[in-house]
């Protein structure tokens, strides 16, 4: 199968919700940049899964669902069951090019939503990753946000840290009492697609460790350009609630 083109993974999101007095509402959204994903565009070889989740209250439940093909060719399968929820798993591209219209059931849900996937030859592009690395450090005592800058410390820039898909941010914390910390992307402050910019449904992000120096994990943006707007605020804090740093901004770029 001669092409000029790489194979890529696609995950396509499907936020279902409820708007009052009105049916079901399906919205799909492309895992890596939240642009719509209604009708998917992919290329043989590709590799395309789903994550599906349901508005429920100030919240999102991950129920049962299954995925039918009208066209079993496309990847491969008729059919996709998920009995759990949540992420479906990748499944290869198989044919060169065409389309189908597949059925989402998700369960507890009614009527079912019927979107598409159409194969082109040159389907999609890999996505270079830029792979820059963040380190900011907040010291509780002064209640300071800092970003590392060839071996120093400076100030967090004000206006916001751009960022890109690829690249990776490591929060640290210089704490004086035995309180863990963590990194959080409030909901009041933000009203993206996404709960963070390194995963749609996540939030917070604590400390790996504890003691008067911690760290989180190293958390890669995979967001690529939220559909809602390019800027995150998030916050350092204490859990016990205690002390909560000034917001600051990573922006998508």
Known sequence: ?????????ILVLVNVTFPLGLPPQYTYLAFADGSPAQTVTV???DQIGWFVRVQAGPN????AYTLTFQDPSILG???????????????????????????LAVSGVIPVSDPKIQVDPNGTFVIAAHGLQY??????ATNVMELEDDGSWI???PAGLPVTVGDTVQFFAVLTQPVDFEIDFPAGLNQNVWASPFDPNQSSFPAMNHGPNENTD????????????????????LTDGSLQSAPFSLILS
């Open 77 to 103: 399968t008729a059919s996709v069951a998920v009995p759990h929820g949540g992420g479906s798993g990748f499944f290869t591209v198989q044919c060169l090019s065409g389309g189908t219209k597949y059925t």
């Open 218 to 237: 190293n958390l890669k943006v995979v967001d690529r350009s939220d559909a809602a707007g390019t800027k995150f605020q998030f916050v350092a804090a």
């Open 60 to 63: 999102w439940s991950r129920p």
């Open 135 to 140: 380190n900011v450090r907040w010291t509780a």
């Open 1 to 9: 199968m001669p092409s000029t083109r790489n194979p890529t993974q």
């Open 155 to 157: 100030l967090f820039p």
């Open 43 to 45: 290329g043989p070889g």
